[in-house]
Structure formats: C-alpha cells, structure tokens
C-alpha cells in the first residue's frame, strides 16, 4: 500500500531553533508538494517541486523557511529560525503530475513555544 | 488567481441520509477538481476527481456533479454514514497554471446516528 510519509509526526520546540521536517513521495510520484494547515488560514501552499526542480515557492516566507528534493525519495522542509506563528501542521503531498490527484501524508505537527 | 468557496461551513445530517456538499470557484480556466476527506488528525484523502470535460462522475457512494457555466461543483454521498463524520475539501486546478491546485476552506459533516 503506496503511502507518502513524513517524519516527525511531532514536534515541540523553542522560538528560534531549527527544524527539519521530512518526506518521502510514493514511489514513482515526480511532483512534491508542502503545505501548512491552520484553522484561520487553512490549507496553504508553500512550495512544490517536479521532478526534484523548485517551480513554486511563493507561499513560502523566504527568510526563514527553504525547501529541497536532495533526491528522489526525500523531500525536506527547514524552518531556521522557528517562530510561535509557524506552529501548525505541515503535509507533504506526491502526485504524478499535471491534471492528477495529490496524495497527502499524515503530516507534522509543529509547536513553536 | 483562483479563489474557492464553500457555501457551508458545517453540514450535519441524519445516518442514512444523502449529503450535499457544495462549492465555487472563479476561474473558468479551472480544467480539473478533486475532492478530499480529511479525518481528525490525518491528512486529506483522495475521494473522487473529475476533469473539466465531464459533468457527472460517480464513485462507490459518491458522485460529483460539475457545473461550469456556474463555476460550481458538488459532493453528493448517498446513505451517508457515521465514518463519514469528516472535514471535506474541494481542490480546483489550473493544468494552464503548472497543474496548481487552490483549496476550499472545508465543510465540516456532522452525521448523527
């Protein structure tokens, strides 16, 4: 059963420190896709990837936030430095493409204190 | 850029009961529409797709119904169940536009047993 994952389900820090969070797209998916979810903005849009090649960024707040595909099956989301406002859920979503579904991890749960 | 709406926030309907749950959107270059399920605590769930030359399609108990003169579409789910107690998204995608895709806010489906 292909499933998008995503590590850490949790995680609590303090304002300023660094986190990373991680996915790993279905097998064979070539688009990658992270999105934040907050009950007053809901489902945003940060960046998503083809074929490991940034195309969009623009939902994402560049000074502090940066995306990368170091390969195929690793997606990565870094937060440097971290902020109370960043504390939401983050999903990572894989597809294959133009005009197909995405298909959503479980997603991370981010506490900025 | 595309906007989404829901037209209600919270839906609850009786077990048995069909449900209906509706959404807009603005743009008429929009070519291709998911809907997701997302449950407490997971990430939203592919139900059902349908591409802007259709305007019917259905599933195992559900059925979208698009409406592009109006710029509308709808999730109908018939016998509604309490497993289907969930927050229900439409995604609207621009294939014109990097296959991006913009969410709806959500309606939340209540179903009493």
């Known amino acids: 059963d292909a499933r998008v994952t995503q590590t850490p389900r949790h995680k609590v820090t303090e304002m300023g420190q660094e986190v990373t969070m991680r996915c790993q797209p279905i097998l064979g998916h070539n688009t990658v896709f992270w999105y934040r979810q907050t009950m007053m903005q809901g489902l945003e849009l940060l960046a998503y990837f083809r074929n490991r090649a940034p195309l969009d960024d623009s939902g994402m707040p560049k000074d502090r936030f940066s995306a990368e595909m170091p390969d195929a099956t690793l997606a990565t989301l870094k937060i440097q430095p971290s902020e109370p406002r960043d504390s939401a859920v983050y999903f990572c979503?894989?597809?294959?493409?133009?005009?197909?579904?995405?298909?959503f991890g479980p997603g991370t749960r981010l506490t900025v204190l | 850029g595309e906007s989404v709406g829901l037209h209600l926030p919270t839906l609850s309907v009786q077990e048995g009961d069909n449900s209906i749950i509706n959404c807009a959107y603005s743009n008429s270059a929009s070519d291709y529409f998911i809907w997701y399920k997302q449950e407490s605590g997971k990430g939203p769930q592919f139900i059902i797709d349908?591409?802007?030359?259709?305007d019917k399609r259905q599933g195992q108990r559900v059925t979208v119904l698009l409406n592009k003169t109006v710029k509308h579409l709808s999730l109908q789910i018939a016998a509604t169940q309490p497993g289907d107690s969930a927050v229900y998204f439409c995604?609207?995608?621009?294939?014109?536009?990097?296959?991006?895709?913009?969410f709806g806010d959500g309606t939340t489906l209540t179903v009493k047993p």
């Open positions: 995604a609207v995608t621009d294939n014109t536009n990097a296959g991006k895709s913009t």
């Open positions: 979503a894989s597809g294959l493409g133009p005009g197909t579904a995405q298909y």
């Open positions: 349908i591409r802007s030359n259709m």
